[in-house]
């Protein structure tokens, strides 16, 4: 089973400024089989990023993703007020599916 | 649009089968290029993938949970749904149904979600 550790815990940064979360994989994941979620309070998690780095319809171009192997990283790029929540990885290059610890990002 | 949408007790007791219903509605559940999935989130922890069952039947199920999920689907109803026996507090959670992207031979991502239905297992 691949480990998905995420990292930091949380994030306390103001809008307008620049988020950088990672996600680390205790094993290679295959082709970037690798996702982000964004989930708000209450809420279930919407879909960001497939694929590593493609933005899932409807989202805005502040949210990129990258990274291979085993080390990823989802970048916000100005923080809007809307963007303050946790945010999550999954894995699908191999079976069982599995998800990151989250990290929360707050206001500062 | 797509939507899922739980259904099911809200509350059980140690032991019992928990039975929960996900219904789809603004498309088909028998296309070809989707998975139906549970997930479930305990309060304050993260997201456990239970399994995945395709329109014609097949599934598939976390080992750490295979041995208690049965994963069914009804597409006369355009629905699909868990069963999760011998519940213990550990089965507290949030269950989410989720459509799973299948694509290249494999599954993918979880895109859309339900809104998530709280199961509660105490004595």
């Known amino acids: 089973e691949i480990v998905l550790t995420q990292s930091p815990g949380t994030l306390s940064l103001s809008p307008g400024e620049r988020a950088t979360l990672s996600c680390r994989a205790s094993?290679?994941?295959?082709?970037?089989?690798l996702a982000w979620y964004q989930q708000k309070p209450g809420q279930a998690p919407r879909l960001l990023i497939y694929?590593?780095?493609s933005r899932a319809t409807g989202i805005p171009d502040r949210f990129s993703g990258s990274g291979s192997g085993t080390d990823f990283s989802l970048t916000i790029s100005r923080l809007e007020p809307e963007d303050f929540a946790v945010y999550l990885c999954?894995?699908?290059?191999?079976?069982?599916?599995?998800f990151g610890g989250g990290t929360k990002v707050e206001i500062k | 649009q797509l939507q899922l949408q739980e259904s099911g007790p809200g509350l059980l007791k140690p032991s019992e089968t928990l039975s929960l219903t996900c219904t789809v509605s603004?498309?088909?559940?028998?296309?070809?290029?989707?998975?139906w999935g549970w997930i479930r989130q305990p309060p304050g922890k993260g997201l456990e993938w239970i399994g995945s069952?395709?329109?014609?039947?097949?599934?598939y199920y976390n080992p750490s949970l295979k041995s208690r999920v049965t994963i069914s689907v009804d597409t006369s109803k355009n629905q699909f749904s868990l069963k999760l026996s011998s519940v213990t507090a550990a089965d507290t959670a949030v269950y989410y149904c989720?459509?799973?992207?299948?694509?290249?031979?494999?599954?993918?991502?979880?895109?859309?979600w339900g809104q998530g239905t709280l199961v509660t297992v105490s004595s």
């Open positions: 694929g590593a780095s």
């Open positions: 603004g498309g088909s559940i028998t296309s070809n290029t989707y998975y």
């Open positions: 999954q894995q699908y290059g191999s079976s069982p599916l599995t």
């Open positions: 094993q290679r994941v295959s082709s970037s089989y």
């Open positions: 069952i395709y329109y014609s039947g097949s599934t």
């Open positions: 989720a459509r799973l992207i299948y694509s290249s031979g494999w599954f993918n991502w979880f895109d859309p």
